[in-house]
């Protein structure tokens, strides 16, 4: 079975500050990885994903992340944060890219004060 | 253009009734999903559809019955309605198998039983 754990139901940071969001998988076969952003009120977008190839994938927005199998890590940061960047942030596993059945961990929602 | 729009956006209802949640997408998409985010955001896949074909039925208590009329809606009818069901319920489309696959969500309709 799949599961996915995100450190932190809540992480503050300060407009210009790094966001560092922290996911942890546990997999039995090769992982695909996805973190998903949730602005108030409206669905998941797709902020970057992890399927093959290089361990550092750049997504939407700035925001970027690594995969690290030897830690089975996943954390998704950002250099500088920004007030828009306030939202529920959620990292997903999956075993394959068809008929994608996600298994989300439970958010980290980001606070940015200015 | 919505890509993904699902209705109504709020659900307010009695236990004990049945309730419809309409969803559609116009992206093309040939596999639709059905998640359910619980109060505390923890979000869960109940159903896939792929080519109205059920592919995905994540032990679902049966009181939830999703419909595909066709490849672009998958709405999902739920009988007897308990105080539990209350949820942000997410209606989301992919094109699976292909190289860049990700999921589009709706907004959410969000579901009250009183």
């Known amino acids: 079975a799949q599961s996915v754990t995100q450190l932190g139901s809540h992480v503050s940071v300060s407009e210009g500050a790094l966001v560092l969001l922290r996911c942890n998988y546990s997999?039995?076969?090769?992982?695909?990885l996805f973190w998903y952003v949730q602005y108030p009120n409206q669905g998941l977008q797709l902020l970057l994903k992890y399927t093959t190839g290089a361990t550092l994938v750049k997504g939407i927005n700035g925001f970027e992340a690594e995969f690290k199998k030897s830690e089975t890590s996943f954390h998704l940061t950002k250099p500088s944060a920004h007030m828009s960047d306030a939202a529920e942030y959620f990292c997903?596993?999956?075993?394959?890219?068809?008929?994608?059945?996600?298994?989300f961990g439970t958010g980290t929602r980001l606070l940015v004060s200015p | 253009d919505t890509a993904v729009s699902q209705t109504p956006k709020y659900l307010v209802t009695q236990m004990g009734n049945d309730k419809s949640i309409k969803c559609e997408q116009n992206l093309g998409h040939d596999t639709m999903y059905w998640y359910k985010q619980d109060s505390k955001k923890f979000l869960k896949i109940m159903f896939s559809?792929?080519?109205?074909?059920?592919?995905i039925n994540e032990t679902v208590p049966n009181r939830f019955s999703p419909k595909s009329p066709d490849k672009a809606h998958l709405n999902l009818h739920i009988n007897s309605l308990e105080l539990g069901d209350s949820a942000v319920y997410f209606c989301a489309s992919s094109q699976a198998g292909t190289r860049d696959e990700k999921l589009f969500f709706g907004s959410g309709t969000q579901l009250s039983v009183l």
């Open positions: 559809y792929n080519n109205k074909e059920l592919i």
């Open positions: 997999s039995s076969v090769p992982p695909y």
């Open positions: 997903a596993v999956s075993k394959n890219t068809g008929f994608q059945k996600l298994v």
